[in-house]
């Protein structure tokens, strides 16, 4: 049963609230029941915010290794380039978001004109 | 939202929901923010995304108020795309999705009193995603415990509703912009939560799980494809607490 598989106006809503909204709030349901027998300075938080952290992580990696889009036309050097640059200017910024967005994009923005 | 002074017997009553309303516009104004602003370019992206693979404005609207969570809409959109069935759709979108199960489970206790009430932490953990999730956690410190469910409710309900609206707003005006800025808006994204998940890190080992997720997540996107994320966040994460573990005892015996 694929997302076109019936004419129905209601199956492509059936299959968001399915494979979208029952697939993602099942996991927030679960951390509210798992929350609620834990303190907030528990051991095993440390765990678990290691563990999302790097899950967060590992999509940010993905999308700067393995864009979609027009960013998948863009040389892997450059998004790399741009990427640590925006971090760098971040750090020096005293951990300004903004001033590593500008750098990133500025990076980037010139990176793909001059190659035209 | 009009306050009935006559209308209430009791003065004292309205005190404490005056201080309730007062935290919740407080959330509200923490959404017009970069990260809020951020946020709303990764939504423009994204409905740009949805437009292509032939969903209606009514469908990206309506899926964009029920997952809430970028990552899981881009993977469902995906799904569409490749034709795959309702269950290999639900599968894959779980999948991206598990992180937020940790993430709940770091903020809930964070919000609760003995006097919450269950039904408030599961609806206002629909609005957990990882903007939202890092406004709180930054910002929790400086707002009185008893008044951070009113105040995430702030945040939760204006980011939904907003980029609900900004989702609408693209389909109806999808101009066309040159290609490098739509690479531009593409690259957002990864650039804030870069920079976001490095200052929201509450100990050292965050900073280790954040760098060991970066070089794990492109690994495993090719060695185990489909479940790169749940490996990448387990192995990372779980040596980061490791390493964790192993500054503690050396800092209590020495």
């Known amino acids: ?116 | 939202m009009s306050e009935k002074q006559s209308a209430e017997p009791d003065r004292e009553e309205q005190v404490p929901d005056e201080r309730h309303l007062t935290w919740y516009l407080r959330g509200v104004r923490r959404c017009f923010s970069i990260p809020g602003l951020v946020l709303v370019s990764a939504f423009v992206g994204f409905a740009g995304l949805a437009r292509e693979a032939g969903l209606t404005l009514e469908q990206t609207v309506f899926m964009t108020g029920i997952v809430w969570a970028l990552p899981g809409q881009v993977v469902l959109i995906g799904a569409i795309l490749a034709g795959n069935s309702l269950f290999a759709a639900a599968f894959a979108v779980a999948l991206s999705s598990v992180r937020l199960a940790p993430m709940v489970v770091a903020l809930t206790p964070e919000m609760r009193t003995p006097k919450t009430r269950k039904w408030v932490l599961y609806a206002l953990s629909h609005f957990v995603a990882i903007t939202s999730w890092v406004l709180a956690m930054e910002s929790f410190h400086k707002v009185p415990r008893d008044m951070r469910t009113a105040f995430y409710t702030g945040i939760g309900t204006t980011l939904v509703l907003v980029n609900m609206g900004v989702v609408a707003t693209v389909f109806l005006v999808a101009g066309r912009l040159p290609v490098q800025l739509t690479a531009a808006l593409l690259f957002l994204t990864p650039v804030y939560f870069l920079t976001s998940l490095w200052g929201s890190a509450r100990e050292r080992a965050g900073h280790v799980a954040m760098i060991l997720g970066l070089a794990l997540g492109p690994v495993f996107h090719v060695l185990l494809p489909g479940f790169d994320l749940l490996a990448a966040g387990g192995v990372a994460g779980g040596a980061a607490y490791f390493w964790h573990r192993v500054r503690l005892k050396r800092e209590t015996a020495g």
Not at chain 1, 51 to 60: E, M, S
Not at chain 1, 86 to 92: H, V
């Open chain 1, 1 to 116: 049963m694929t997302f076109d598989a019936l004419d129905a106006w209601w199956w492509p809503y059936l299959f968001i609230l399915v494979a979208g909204w029952l697939a993602t709030d099942s996991w927030r349901y679960l951390g509210v029941y798992l929350g609620g027998k834990m303190s907030e300075e528990s051991d095993i938080l440390v765990f678990v915010r290691c563990v999302a952290t790097a899950l967060v992580a590992a999509v940010i990696a993905n999308l700067i290794v393995f864009p979609s889009g027009t960013l998948a036309d863009s040389p892997l050097a450059l998004r790399l380039g741009a990427a640590i640059a925006g971090f760098a200017a971040y750090l020096l910024a005293r951990k300004q978001i903004l001033a590593g967005i500008i750098v990133a994009e500025a990076f980037l923005l010139v990176g793909l004109y001059l190659i035209g």
